[in-house]
């Protein structure tokens, strides 16, 4: 299947502070690339969908500005968390859309878990 | 609104028997579903797929199975072992682009 890494896999920062994490297609190209958080022991949360070129769309109830997101190239996402607070400390996961098989498969990151103290 | 939904958050089975993790979906425009495997923290790893027009596909060692008249979704795995304990997600696609939505996920714990 479809490579795609995440980095960095784990940061902890200050609160205040801006994190970015990068999500890469490593070989294929990825027009569409998802970001997602999952709190321990629930399902993962889609934040927005990012588009190689164009804005983001986000999900109702994530703040744009907080939840930068950069989609540069056809191989490169990057999420900014800014101005982190302890309640931002989550597991990120990104996810590159292919179509494959049966449809748009998508294939998932490692995720990047962060600790905001 | 409209979610995918399942019956058990954890399964537990012996090494070596046959498992059945559930789905229900409640949207009837869903016409593509996946299978995601996630071991502690990792990313989901895809499974196994199908389409609304099929009701049965087969994979190594994996089969899901669709039934759409009551909107259920099933993977069957065979002779489970130790490596399969995970999370299970199934996750559907109901609109023209390639969204998934997420199931809340069943725990499959094997016993050796």
């Not at chain 1, 070989?27 to 321990?40: E, L, S, V």
């Not at chain 1, 109830?61 to 191989?75: M, P, Q, R, W």
């Not at chain 2, 299970?88 to 996920?105: K, P, Q, S, V």
Request: hydrophobic share 35%; net charge neutral.
């Amino acid at each position: 299947g479809a490579v795609v890494s995440q980095h960095p896999s784990r940061v902890i920062c200050k609160s205040g502070t801006s994190v970015k994490i990068e999500c890469r297609s490593l070989d294929f190209q990825a027009t569409t690339m998802f970001w997602y958080r999952q709190f321990p022991k629930q399902s993962l949360m889609l934040m927005a969908t990012s588009n190689e070129g164009s804005k983001a769309t986000y999900e109702q109830g994530v703040e744009k500005d907080k939840f930068l997101i950069n989609h540069a190239s056809l191989t490169l996402s990057t999420l900014t968390v800014t101005s982190a607070h302890p309640e931002d400390s989550s597991f990120y996961i990104c996810s590159a859309s292919i179509p494959q098989g049966l449809g748009e498969t998508q294939y998932f990151g490692p995720g990047t878990r962060l600790l905001v103290l | 609104g409209e979610s995918v939904g399942l019956h058990l958050p954890t399964l537990s089975v012996q090494e070596g028997d046959n498992s059945i993790i559930n789905c229900a979906y409640s949207n009837s425009a869903s016409d593509y579903f996946i299978w995601y495997k996630q071991e502690s923290g990792k990313g989901p790893q895809f499974i196994i797929d199908i389409r609304s027009n099929m009701d049965k596909r087969q994979g190594q060692r994996v089969t899901v199975l669709l039934n759409k008249t009551v909107k259920h979704l099933s993977l069957q795995i065979a002779a489970t072992q130790p490596g399969d304990s995970a999370v299970y997600f199934c996750a559907e696609n109901f609109d023209a682009g390639n969204m998934l939505t997420f199931g809340g996920g069943t725990r499959l714990m094997v016993k050796p």
